[in-house]
Structures are given as C-alpha cells and as structure tokens.
C-alpha cells in the first residue's frame, strides 16, 4: 500500500516571479501536471499535494485531479511540509515523497525503487558532474550512507562530493513519524530539512539516469528541461516512423498523434488533442491545436488551426487561418489570408485568398474568389450563410446573412448579395459602369499640375 505525497509548497524564490512554481508553463502542461501525473501513475491509495505559497492559485489548478491537498502555512522547510501531510496518510502504507519540481522522473525508476527498497527510510541518490544546489551524500569507509549535507552547509571537502541527493524519499509510516519529530532547524537556512530523516545506514537507491533528476529553481533550469521534454517527444515521433526536420526545434505535446511519413518542419507547435494522418507536410511555423488533419494534407507556412477536422489531401495555407468549428470534407484548397470559423466546406471547394467563412455550410466544388466574406454579425446575432454544389463565387463578393444560394450559381464579382439566390442563377449587384472619353487624362493632368 503506498501514499504519495508531493511538496510544492515552497515559495519558488530563485524564479523571481509574482506566480507559484509548480504552475509555470512546461512543454505544453504546468510543472505540477508532471509531478501528479506520475504519483497517480503509480496507482496509489492517495497523493496528497502539500501547498503552500499561493496556495488558493495552485488548488484552483489541481481541482481537476483526485488528490487531496494539504496546506503548509509558512514554509519552515522540506520536513515540515511533510510533517503538515501526516494526518492524512494511510495508516500502515509506504511513503512516497516526491517533489513538484522535478518533472523528468518517470513511472519505471519508481517502480524499480520501491521494488528494491529494503529498509524503513530510503532515498534515491545519483552521480552528477556538476552537483551544485544539491544536497551530497556522506557515506563512511563501508560506503554506507551517513547523511545527506545541503551545498549551503558542505564544507570545501563535501562539495567536492558527487553524489546527490534527488529529493526522493520512501518510508514506512512509522518510522517517518518518529524521525521528523527529532528534526531541528540546525543548518545555515534555519530550516527543518527533510533530508535529516536519513541518518547512518539509512537505504540509498543510487540511479544511474542522474539527467531524471534535474530539479527546477530558476528560469534557466526550466528552460533546460523544457528543452529535453521537447527532444523526448521528437525522438518518440521519430521511432514511430515520423520525419522531424529538426527535432530540437518542435513543439508537440504528450497526447498527440501523427502518422507515418508525415513530415514535420522547423518551429512548428502541434498542441494537445491533435490528431495528424498519415502522408502530411507540416510546413514551418503552424500552430496546431485540438485538430484532426486526415491523411495527404498539406498545411503550409504560418497557418494557425484550431478545433478542426481537415479531410484528406486538403492543401491549407500560408498564412491561413482555421478557427473553431471549421471542418474541411476533403481535397479543398484554403490559401493565404483566408479566415474560415464554424464553417464546413465540401469536397474540393476552395477559397485561395483573402476571405472571411464563418457560420456557412458550403457545397461541394464551389470556387471562392478572392476577397470573399460572409456578413454573418448584425451587431447582435451571428447568422447562417448557405451555399450549394457548384457554386462560382466571384472576387469581392459579399454574402449578407442568413441568406440561401442554391446549386450552380454564379455570382459576379463585386457583388453585395442580400437576397436569396436560386439555383442555376446568375446574380450581380453592383451600379453599372460608365466610361467617360478622355476624362481620365484630363483628370490625371490636372492633379499632376497642382502636386508640381
Ligand atoms: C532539495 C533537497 C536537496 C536535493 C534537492 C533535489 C532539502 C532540504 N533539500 O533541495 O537535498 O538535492 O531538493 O532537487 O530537502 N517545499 C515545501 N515546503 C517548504 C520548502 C520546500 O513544500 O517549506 C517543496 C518545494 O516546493 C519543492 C520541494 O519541496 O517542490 C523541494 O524544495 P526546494 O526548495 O526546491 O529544495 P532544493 O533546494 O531543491
Ligand atoms: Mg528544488
């Protein structure tokens, strides 16, 4: 039986920011989704998150996972903030402490650990080059371990120690009661350090995966493990048959899928819920977010699409914009500086430039020209615009909502349309043109003189 408990309590000095830790942004989730994602991972009888700093903020945010939280009020210290979790951990489970700002470590290094735990208290230790900011670990001539010292406390000998202490702890209840009840805020920080509760001959686990156990204090750390997070999810693309074109330069979230042979360029964000088909290009700076894209689309530079379903061999893009709602059936054309939103198009309709689609349903091979946009807010309301099979739009032509065009229409360029179109029609609405002889010149003349 075994009870998680996460620290974040702590008040994130080092970020230098006015918001909480554990809720800055990392590869697409906060730091805090990592830490709780994988204690339930574990399948425990509980995780109990212990909050402090901002707390209100934090548990608004974790509302969503079946946690139970617990408040640090001031933060004396990392065992302390395990002494506030006490009353609520399982009588006669494992204790599992983890913290909430070491985002690498996953499911498999735990299981080994408490698998091979033996003894009441026992930590994971690993070896670094650089152990600055972490607590060493002392072992005797036996190499037992004696205790841990944090950096502010090592003299010039202990900081030349390699071994570090990862900030994860296992143990029995009852001996963490006992222990953390002894601990006195002896150090350099006056703080009641977790790190006491391992004395001489406590267990130690010593990892050799010591890049798991990079722990997040400062911006540039976060950086640095952002960096990896994306490279993890590259490379796990990549084994399942995905081109990456640079994987140090692309942003995909955990719970998304791309098929093989899809191709994706430099800078491009595919956000959680995407699914993306096989035999795609994902051309340089699109942003993907909870989107389906079916097999042989092309989506090029600078798109942005989001909350939509594209059908299969679609071209979208440059610069194009699908906002929510937009399902495309198949083979459209969608190009530069075309804005399309809770709008369907039919198989192989297209609009190549400039327009503005939203709130329509759009027939099957129906060519818009450039310029196009649908009149669908009066100020008030949004309303419907409905456009058959077949359909030729002509550039610059404006439909004025709710309004009905039926199939094999033609509309003429330049058109304001505010009645209903019938099917088979042709349908123009603007003045007739004149053609002044030589008045133009004239004019031309005349304005040239006065600039002179
Ligand atoms: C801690 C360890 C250090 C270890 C390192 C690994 C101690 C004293 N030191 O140092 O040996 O090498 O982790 O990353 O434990 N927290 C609270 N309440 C508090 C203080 C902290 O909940 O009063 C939480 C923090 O939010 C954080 C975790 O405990 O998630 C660790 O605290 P932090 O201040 O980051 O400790 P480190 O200096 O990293
Ligand atoms: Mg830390």
Redesign the pocket.
């Known amino acids: 039986m075994l009870t998680v408990v996460?620290?974040?309590?702590?008040?994130?000095?080092?970020m230098l920011s006015s918001k909480p830790?554990?809720l800055f942004d990392l590869a697409g989730k906060k730091m805090i989704d990592y830490?709780i994602n994988l204690a339930l991972s574990l399948k425990p009888k509980k995780v109990i998150v212990?909050?402090?700093?901002k707390a209100e903020e934090v548990e608004k945010y974790i509302s969503k996972y079946k946690v139970e939280i617990v408040i640090?009020k001031?933060?004396?210290?990392?065992?302390?903030?395990?002494k506030t979790a006490l009353p609520k951990i399982v009588a006669g489970s494992k204790v599992l402490i983890?913290?909430?700002?070491?985002p690498l470590i996953d499911k498999e290094l735990l299981t080994t650990f408490i698998k091979e735990t033996t003894k009441d208290v026992s930590f994971i230790s690993t070896k670094v080059e650089t152990p600055d900011?972490?607590?060493?670990v002392l072992r005797d001539s036996k190499l037992d371990v004696i205790s841990?010292v944090?950096?502010k406390d090592c003299n010039q000998n202990e900081k030349n120690i390699k071994e570090?202490?990862?900030?994860?702890y296992l143990s029995t209840v009852s001996k963490l009661k006992v222990l953390l009840k002894d601990i006195k805020p002896n150090?350099s920080?006056k703080?009641?350090?977790?790190?006491?509760i391992i004395t001489h001959g406590s267990g130690s686990f010593i990892s050799k995966d010591s890049d798991k156990?990079?722990?997040?204090?400062s911006r540039e750390q976060l950086s640095v493990v952002s960096k990896i997070i994306w490279m993890q999810r590259a490379k796990y693309h990549l084994n399942n048959g995905v081109d990456i074109v640079d994987p140090s330069n692309c942003y995909l979230d955990d719970d998304i899928v791309i098929g093989s042979d899809t191709v994706i360029f430099p800078n491009v964000t595919i956000k959680s819920g995407s699914k993306i088909g096989k035999s795609c290009m994902i051309y340089n700076n699109t942003v993907i977010e909870s989107s389906i894209i079916s097999d042989n689309v092309e989506i090029k530079y600078g798109s942005v699409i989001e909350g939509s379903n594209i059908g299969s061999k679609s071209i979208v893009g440059p610069m194009a914009r699908l906002r929510h709602g937009t399902v495309l059936k198949g083979l459209n054309k969608i190009g530069n500086f075309v804005e399309v939103k809770e709008s369907e198009l039919g198989l192989g309709s297209q609009a190549s430039h400039l327009s503005y689609i939203g709130d329509a349903t759009i027939g099957k091979d129906v060519n818009i020209g450039c310029g196009f946009i649908t009149c669908n807010y009066d100020g008030i309301d949004k309303h419907k615009t409905i456009v058959g099979n077949n359909v030729f739009i002509g550039s610059d032509v404006q439909l004025v909502a709710p309004i009905k065009v039926g199939n094999d229409v033609l509309i003429g360029a330049g058109s304001t349309i505010v009645k209903d179109i019938s099917s088979s029609d042709l349908a123009v609405s603007r003045s007739e043109q004149k053609n002044l002889k030589g008045s133009g010149l004239k004019y031309l003349l005349k304005t040239k003189k006065k600039k002179r």
């Open positions: 996460i620290l974040a309590a702590g008040k994130g000095t080092r830790k554990v830490s212990v909050l402090g700093d640090q001031a933060q004396l210290g990392t065992a302390d903030a395990v983890l913290a909430g700002d070491m900011g972490y607590g060493r841990i944090e950096e570090i202490n990862s900030g994860i150090n920080q703080e009641y350090y977790l790190t006491d156990f990079l722990g997040i204090n």
